[in-house]
């Protein structure tokens, strides 16, 4: 969790909070998402290839903050020219 029950009493609900974790590649995104699904994570989007070159899940804590997980593989495009 982002944060605790006296910091949400203190200061209100202003969430959810959507934090993205930028992995090194594709293999490091379908391992993550892989142990945090049997982990019992809460997934909102399982992964998927965007059409803006991101491979990408997304997942929530228990206060319902999100963190978005992907790898952009637009470099995989620049790197066979």
Do not use: C
Not at 24 to 34: A, K, L, T
Not at 46 to 75: C, H, I, M
């Amino acid at each position: 969790m982002l944060t605790n029950a006296a910091f949400r009493a203190a200061h209100g609900f202003q969430g959810p909070v959507m934090i993205w974790l930028n992995l090194n590649s594709r293999p490091d995104v379908d391992q993550s998402f892989e142990r945090w699904k049997d982990a019992g994570a809460t997934i909102i989007a399982a992964v998927q290839d965007k059409p803006w070159q991101l491979l990408e899940f997304t997942v929530a804590d228990l206060d319902g903050n999100q963190l978005r997980v992907f790898y952009g593989f637009s470099r995989e495009f620049s790197d066979r020219r």
